[in-house]
Protein backbone atom coordinates (compact mmCIF):
# COMPACT_ATOMS: atom_id res chain seq x y z
CA UNK A 1 0.00 0.00 0.00
CA UNK A 2 2.61 2.40 0.76
CA UNK A 3 4.68 1.43 -2.37
CA UNK A 4 1.05 2.56 -4.32
CA UNK A 5 0.52 5.51 -2.52
CA UNK A 6 4.32 6.71 -3.30
CA UNK A 7 3.47 5.91 -7.01
CA UNK A 8 0.76 7.54 -7.58
CA UNK A 9 2.30 10.84 -5.50
CA UNK A 10 5.02 10.52 -8.17
CA UNK A 11 2.48 10.21 -11.16
CA UNK A 12 0.77 13.33 -9.56
CA UNK A 13 4.01 15.20 -9.52
CA UNK A 14 5.25 14.19 -13.37
CA UNK A 15 1.84 15.47 -14.14
CA UNK A 16 1.72 18.58 -12.42
CA UNK A 17 5.12 19.70 -13.81
CA UNK A 18 3.96 20.74 -17.00
CA UNK A 19 3.33 23.83 -15.52
CA UNK A 20 5.85 24.16 -12.97
CA UNK A 21 3.15 24.74 -10.23
CA UNK A 22 4.33 21.70 -7.96
CA UNK A 23 7.51 20.19 -6.93
CA UNK A 24 9.24 16.78 -8.45
CA UNK A 25 9.55 15.20 -4.84
CA UNK A 26 6.38 13.87 -2.72
CA UNK A 27 4.19 16.53 -1.83
CA UNK A 28 0.84 16.48 -1.19
CA UNK A 29 -1.82 19.90 -1.94
CA UNK A 30 -4.81 21.02 -0.08
CA UNK A 31 -7.08 23.84 -0.34
CA UNK A 32 -8.52 25.57 3.13
CA UNK A 33 -11.27 27.99 3.33
CA UNK A 34 -13.40 29.30 5.66
CA UNK A 35 -16.39 31.77 5.53
CA UNK A 36 -17.27 34.71 8.07
CA UNK A 37 -20.35 36.81 8.24
CA UNK A 38 -21.41 40.07 9.79
CA UNK A 39 -24.08 42.53 9.98
CA UNK A 40 -23.42 45.83 8.25
CA UNK A 41 -23.58 48.91 10.05
CA UNK A 42 -22.89 51.84 7.21
CA UNK A 43 -25.48 52.18 4.36
CA UNK A 44 -24.09 54.18 1.21
CA UNK A 45 -27.25 55.46 -0.73
CA UNK A 46 -26.95 56.42 -4.59
CA UNK A 47 -29.96 58.86 -5.62
CA UNK A 48 -30.79 60.50 -8.90
CA UNK A 49 -32.92 63.83 -9.24
CA UNK A 50 -34.32 65.12 -12.36
CA UNK A 51 -36.70 67.40 -13.84
CA UNK A 52 -38.19 68.30 -17.12
CA UNK A 53 -39.17 71.76 -18.01
CA UNK A 54 -39.89 74.14 -20.89
CA UNK A 55 -36.41 75.57 -20.73
CA UNK A 56 -32.80 74.45 -19.43
CA UNK A 57 -32.95 77.01 -17.00
CA UNK A 58 -36.23 76.37 -15.63
CA UNK A 59 -35.50 72.14 -15.46
CA UNK A 60 -32.20 73.22 -13.58
CA UNK A 61 -33.33 75.55 -10.90
CA UNK A 62 -36.31 73.13 -10.30
CA UNK A 63 -33.23 70.47 -9.61
CA UNK A 64 -30.92 72.56 -7.59
CA UNK A 65 -33.88 73.54 -5.39
CA UNK A 66 -34.61 69.79 -4.79
CA UNK A 67 -31.28 69.00 -4.07
CA UNK A 68 -30.63 71.94 -1.89
CA UNK A 69 -33.52 71.01 0.45
CA UNK A 70 -32.42 67.69 0.64
CA UNK A 71 -28.90 68.13 1.35
CA UNK A 72 -30.13 71.22 3.77
CA UNK A 73 -31.86 68.68 5.33
CA UNK A 74 -29.21 65.75 5.95
CA UNK A 75 -28.65 67.60 9.32
CA UNK A 76 -31.02 65.15 11.21
CA UNK A 77 -29.40 61.65 9.66
CA UNK A 78 -26.02 60.09 10.50
CA UNK A 79 -24.63 61.82 7.73
CA UNK A 80 -20.89 63.65 7.65
CA UNK A 81 -20.51 66.25 4.87
CA UNK A 82 -17.56 64.08 3.91
CA UNK A 83 -19.55 61.08 3.05
CA UNK A 84 -21.85 63.33 0.35
CA UNK A 85 -21.21 63.54 -2.86
CA UNK A 86 -23.41 65.45 -6.00
CA UNK A 87 -22.20 65.22 -9.28
CA UNK A 88 -22.08 68.15 -11.56
CA UNK A 89 -25.70 69.37 -13.30
CA UNK A 90 -26.32 67.60 -16.96
CA UNK A 91 -28.52 69.18 -19.31
CA UNK A 92 -30.02 68.39 -22.52
CA UNK A 93 -32.79 68.45 -24.89
CA UNK A 94 -35.97 66.03 -24.50
CA UNK A 95 -37.41 64.93 -27.84
CA UNK A 96 -40.26 62.86 -28.62
CA UNK A 97 -41.94 61.74 -32.15
CA UNK A 98 -45.70 62.23 -33.86
CA UNK A 99 -46.97 59.91 -35.58
CA UNK A 100 -45.09 60.01 -38.44
CA UNK A 101 -41.95 59.75 -36.94
CA UNK A 102 -40.72 63.59 -36.98
CA UNK A 103 -38.69 64.79 -34.03
CA UNK A 104 -40.05 67.09 -31.75
CA UNK A 105 -38.91 69.42 -28.73
CA UNK A 106 -40.83 68.80 -25.84
CA UNK A 107 -38.62 70.44 -23.37
CA UNK A 108 -34.78 70.35 -21.43
CA UNK A 109 -34.06 68.03 -18.87
CA UNK A 110 -31.70 68.41 -15.86
CA UNK A 111 -30.27 65.57 -13.68
CA UNK A 112 -27.89 65.23 -10.78
CA UNK A 113 -26.48 62.15 -9.23
CA UNK A 114 -26.30 62.08 -5.17
CA UNK A 115 -24.49 59.63 -2.90
CA UNK A 116 -24.54 59.73 0.83
CA UNK A 117 -22.62 57.57 3.64
CA UNK A 118 -25.16 56.66 6.48
CA UNK A 119 -23.32 55.95 9.81
CA UNK A 120 -26.55 54.77 11.48
CA UNK A 121 -28.25 51.98 9.62
CA UNK A 122 -31.37 52.11 11.14
CA UNK A 123 -31.77 55.60 9.86
CA UNK A 124 -32.14 53.98 6.40
CA UNK A 125 -36.12 53.89 6.19
CA UNK A 126 -36.30 57.25 7.31
CA UNK A 127 -33.67 58.75 5.33
CA UNK A 128 -35.47 57.39 1.89
CA UNK A 129 -38.71 58.92 3.45
CA UNK A 130 -36.92 62.12 3.62
CA UNK A 131 -35.62 61.88 0.00
CA UNK A 132 -39.23 61.23 -1.33
CA UNK A 133 -40.58 63.78 0.38
CA UNK A 134 -37.93 66.40 -1.60
CA UNK A 135 -39.18 64.71 -4.90
CA UNK A 136 -35.85 62.76 -5.60
CA UNK A 137 -36.99 60.93 -8.46
CA UNK A 138 -35.11 57.75 -8.19
CA UNK A 139 -33.18 55.83 -5.64
CA UNK A 140 -30.53 54.22 -7.68
CA UNK A 141 -28.93 51.88 -5.40
CA UNK A 142 -28.31 51.26 -1.71
CA UNK A 143 -24.76 49.17 -0.34
CA UNK A 144 -23.88 48.03 2.64
CA UNK A 145 -20.99 48.26 4.72
CA UNK A 146 -18.99 47.38 8.22
CA UNK A 147 -16.66 49.44 9.88
CA UNK A 148 -15.05 45.77 10.55
CA UNK A 149 -14.30 45.14 7.01
CA UNK A 150 -10.31 45.15 7.25
CA UNK A 151 -10.42 43.07 10.55
CA UNK A 152 -12.50 40.19 9.51
CA UNK A 153 -10.67 40.23 5.97
CA UNK A 154 -7.09 39.38 8.38
CA UNK A 155 -10.10 37.13 10.17
CA UNK A 156 -10.99 35.07 7.64
CA UNK A 157 -7.52 34.41 6.09
CA UNK A 158 -6.15 33.34 9.19
CA UNK A 159 -8.57 30.95 9.29
CA UNK A 160 -8.50 29.67 5.96
CA UNK A 161 -4.62 29.29 6.98
CA UNK A 162 -5.26 27.19 9.83
CA UNK A 163 -7.79 24.81 7.70
CA UNK A 164 -5.43 24.11 5.10
CA UNK A 165 -2.55 23.29 7.96
CA UNK A 166 -5.26 21.26 9.53
CA UNK A 167 -6.36 19.30 6.55
CA UNK A 168 -2.86 18.99 5.20
CA UNK A 169 -1.54 16.92 8.55
CA UNK A 170 -5.23 14.86 8.58
CA UNK A 171 -4.16 13.15 5.12
CA UNK A 172 -0.70 13.09 5.77
CA UNK A 173 -1.61 10.64 8.85
CA UNK A 174 -4.18 9.20 7.22
CA UNK A 175 -2.09 7.76 4.40
CA UNK A 176 1.20 7.06 7.48
CA UNK A 177 2.96 10.28 6.04
CA UNK A 178 5.14 12.72 7.60
CA UNK A 179 4.16 16.22 6.64
CA UNK A 180 7.27 18.59 5.64
CA UNK A 181 7.88 22.37 5.04
CA UNK A 182 5.45 24.57 2.97
CA UNK A 183 6.61 24.41 -0.66
CA UNK A 184 4.23 27.30 -1.73
CA UNK A 185 0.68 29.16 -1.20
CA UNK A 186 -1.63 31.03 -3.05
CA UNK A 187 -4.55 32.66 -1.16
CA UNK A 188 -7.22 34.68 -2.16
CA UNK A 189 -9.78 36.50 0.03
CA UNK A 190 -13.56 37.34 -1.31
CA UNK A 191 -15.82 40.42 -0.11
CA UNK A 192 -19.61 39.19 -1.11
CA UNK A 193 -20.89 42.84 -0.12
CA UNK A 194 -24.80 43.24 1.35
CA UNK A 195 -26.62 45.44 -0.41
CA UNK A 196 -30.71 45.92 -1.11
CA UNK A 197 -32.56 45.14 -4.59
CA UNK A 198 -32.85 48.90 -6.91
CA UNK A 199 -35.57 51.16 -5.83
CA UNK A 200 -37.50 52.72 -8.80
CA UNK A 201 -38.94 56.10 -7.79
CA UNK A 202 -42.16 57.55 -9.52
CA UNK A 203 -43.70 60.51 -7.66
CA UNK A 204 -44.43 59.81 -4.59
CA UNK A 205 -44.52 55.98 -5.23
CA UNK A 206 -41.98 53.64 -4.84
CA UNK A 207 -42.04 49.75 -6.58
CA UNK A 208 -41.49 47.27 -3.83
CA UNK A 209 -42.08 44.48 -6.44
CA UNK A 210 -38.48 43.50 -6.13
CA UNK A 211 -37.84 43.75 -2.78
CA UNK A 212 -38.04 41.08 -0.24
CA UNK A 213 -39.46 42.67 2.64
CA UNK A 214 -42.83 44.05 4.26
CA UNK A 215 -43.54 47.70 3.11
CA UNK A 216 -41.86 50.59 4.66
CA UNK A 217 -39.26 47.96 6.47
CA UNK A 218 -36.25 45.57 5.22
CA UNK A 219 -34.87 42.38 5.96
CA UNK A 220 -31.78 42.22 7.89
CA UNK A 221 -29.08 42.16 5.62
CA UNK A 222 -25.62 40.37 6.25
CA UNK A 223 -21.82 40.76 4.27
CA UNK A 224 -20.02 37.70 4.01
CA UNK A 225 -16.26 37.42 3.90
CA UNK A 226 -14.89 34.27 2.42
CA UNK A 227 -11.37 32.96 1.81
CA UNK A 228 -9.08 29.76 0.23
CA UNK A 229 -5.78 29.22 0.82
CA UNK A 230 -4.11 26.41 -1.86
CA UNK A 231 -1.24 24.90 -0.25
CA UNK A 232 1.78 22.43 -0.94
CA UNK A 233 3.73 21.12 1.66
CA UNK A 234 6.58 18.69 0.89
CA UNK A 235 5.98 14.85 1.90
CA UNK A 236 7.84 12.06 3.53
CA UNK A 237 6.52 8.65 3.38
CA UNK A 238 7.10 6.43 6.77
Known amino acids: MKTLFGALLLVCSFCALADNSLPANRHIAVRGS??????P???VISFMVSSQQATSLDAKKDVDKRVNQF???LDAFAVQTAGVTATNLLTEPH???DSDGNELLSGYRASRSLSVRLTNIDQLNSLLNFALEQQINEVKDIRLHSTKNNELRKKVAALAVENAKSNAEAMANAFD???GKV???NSNTEHQQGRYERIEVTGSKVDTRNINASAG???QATITFKSTVNAVYDLTVN
Do not use: F, M
Not at 34 to 39: G, P, Q, V
Open 95 to 97: YTY
Open 183 to 185: YSI
Open 34 to 39: AELTTT
Open 71 to 73: LDG
Open 41 to 43: DIA
Open 217 to 219: RYL
Open 177 to 179: ATL
